[in-house]
T-cell receptor
């Protein structure tokens, strides 16, 4: 089975801090994704990556950046955390190819105080 | 741009009964993939069922089946013999054909509560 591991289930940070969310997958997937999940808004794509060192903006990239130095690891960075970034963050990975489903991690519930 | 709409924010069903969750989408493409994902409380999101647009036959996975109406751009999920473990948030999602990645567009979700 595919395993997507997010480094923290719960995280509390302060406004202005630089925050790192880590995601690791163990199935050699080419594609990795970061989503933000908010009530009534569903999942919104922040950034995705289709190869090492490659990244593309999703629908809501403002205030975020990403890093993919190794194929198995995809990091989401909040450059200067703000209270409106309090949310659930989900990481996913998939193989390349039409119809390949995404596999999700457990999520990180991030609170910015 | 593609959009996915789930018009039922919350639903409730009695154990052992059947429930249908609605999903509509908007696209100008002719070939695409549709998915239903399930997110149990405080647990990982998992794939429930998927349907390829060019296949007319509705997909089925045990107690889960879909009613895919391509002309109406409708993709509903039917859960038969509902179980307590089916309590979860359900998301409908759309994937375009082609491209370098498998980007998904999600609906806003339907929270299903199965009552004993």
């Amino acid at each position: 089975d595919v395993k997507v591991t997010q480094s923290s289930r719960y995280l509390v940070k302060r406004t202005g801090e630089k925050v790192f969310l880590e995601c690791v997958q163990d199935m050699d997937h080419e594609n990795m994704f970061w989503y933000r999940q908010d009530p009534g808004l569903g999942l919104r794509l922040i950034y995705f990556s289709y190869d090492v060192k490659m990244k593309e903006k999703g629908d809501i990239p403002e205030g975020y950046s990403v890093s993919r130095e190794k194929k198995e690891r995809f990091s989401l960075i909040l450059e200067s955390a703000s209270t409106n970034q309090t949310s659930m963050y989900l990481c996913a990975s998939s193989l390349t190819g039409f119809k390949q489903p995404q596999h999700f991690g457990d999520g990180t519930r991030l609170s910015i105080l | 741009a593609q959009t996915v709409t789930q018009s039922q924010p919350e639903m409730s069903v009695q154990e052992a009964e059947t429930v249908t969750l609605s999903c509509t989408y908007d696209t100008s493409e002719s070939n695409y993939y549709l998915f239903w994902y399930k997110q149990p409380p405080s647990r990982q999101m998992i794939l429930v069922i998927r349907q390829e647009a060019y296949k007319q036959q509705n997909a089925t996975e045990n107690r889960f089946s879909v009613n895919f109406q391509k002309a109406a751009k409708s993709f509903s999920l039917k859960i038969s013999d509902s179980q307590l473990g089916d309590t979860a948030m359900y998301f409908c999602a759309f994937m375009s054909y082609g491209g370098a990645t498998n980007k998904l567009i999600f609906g806003t979700g339907t929270l299903l509560a199965v009552q004993p």
